[in-house]
């Protein structure tokens, strides 16, 4: 199960750091990544880190102003957006798939198979 948290209302140009947590079953490395869906538009991925948390990469939208941090020993992963923009409003979703290889880190939505419930993120102009 995960849960994404810390989305709120935030002015143009603020930061806000959400987080995931991750629980059961965490026996296994698993990838992490960070979409959003906006109010009538597909879902956008953010960004994604891989277990050994060396491996990372964000999307286009968002790569200046984002990271992602991870903290496997709490099985916690961190979004630091800075410089938020009122079209970053969304709500927003971590993610995780199971990877056999400590590095491997996915891009595609389709690709993971465990999701949690969004937090919304609103930015006002």
């Known amino acids: 199960q995960l849960q994404a948290s810390g989305g709120g209302l935030v002015q143009a140009g603020g930061s806000l750091k959400l987080s995931c947590t991750v629980s059961?079953?965490?026996?296994?490395?698993?990838?992490l990544g960070w979409f959003r869906q906006a109010p009538g538009k597909a879902r956008e991925f953010v960004g994604t880190?891989?277990?050994?948390?060396?491996?990372?990469q964000y999307g286009d939208s968002v790569k200046d102003r984002v990271s992602i941090s991870r903290r496997n020993a709490d099985h916690t992963a961190h979004l630091q957006m800075t410089s938020l923009k009122p079209e970053d409003t969304a709500i927003y979703y971590c993610?995780?798939?199971?990877?056999?290889?400590?590095?491997?880190?996915?891009?595609?939505?389709?690709?993971?198979?465990?999701w949690g419930h969004g937090t919304l993120v609103t930015v006002s102009s």
């Open positions: 993610a995780a798939q199971e990877s056999e290889y400590s590095h491997s880190y996915y891009i595609i939505d389709a690709y993971y198979d465990h």
């Open positions: 059961g079953r965490t026996d296994a490395n698993y990838a």
């Open positions: 880190i891989s277990w050994s948390g060396l491996s990372f």
